[in-house]
């Protein structure tokens, strides 16, 4: 069983910044993948953001050029660069890990982090 701790949410205004990151408790390298997902009042958890262990990325339409999703292998830590915030960005992140071993192909999220809460004010 993975363990994933999110930190950096916080209060900020329209079109600051902030970044996220996720420690994992087991090496993330060999994932297939990691991600990130949000949760707004009322909505449906969405995925943000992934990476696979091959380093490819993608992103919602929502995010797309100002979000930015890397991982640090050696620290086992994923972060999200999130830049342009807008007040519809505000909700709970999550990061979240598909435990298959690298390359199985799809990513399929089976771990998730408690959550850090974002909130942008406009």
């Known amino acids: 069983q993975v363990q994933l701790v999110e930190s950096g949410g916080g209060l900020v205004q329209a079109g600051g910044s902030l970044r996220l990151s996720c420690a994992a408790s087991g090496t993330i390298f060999i994932f297939n993948a990691v991600g990130w997902y949000r949760q707004a009042p009322g909505k449906q958890r969405e995925l943000v953001a992934g990476?696979?262990?091959?380093?490819?990325?993608t992103y919602a339409n929502s995010v797309k050029g100002r979000f930015t999703i890397s991982r640090d292998n050696g620290k086992n830590t994923v972060h999200l660069q999130m830049n342009s915030l807008k007040p519809e960005d505000t909700a709970v992140y999550y990061c979240?890990?598909?435990?298959?071993?690298?390359?199985?192909?799809?990513?399929?999220?089976?771990?998730w982090g408690q959550g850090t809460q974002v909130t942008v004010s406009s």
């Open positions: 979240a890990a598909d435990r298959r071993s690298a390359g199985a192909g799809v990513p399929s999220y089976d771990s």
């Open positions: 990476i696979t262990s091959g380093g490819s990325t």
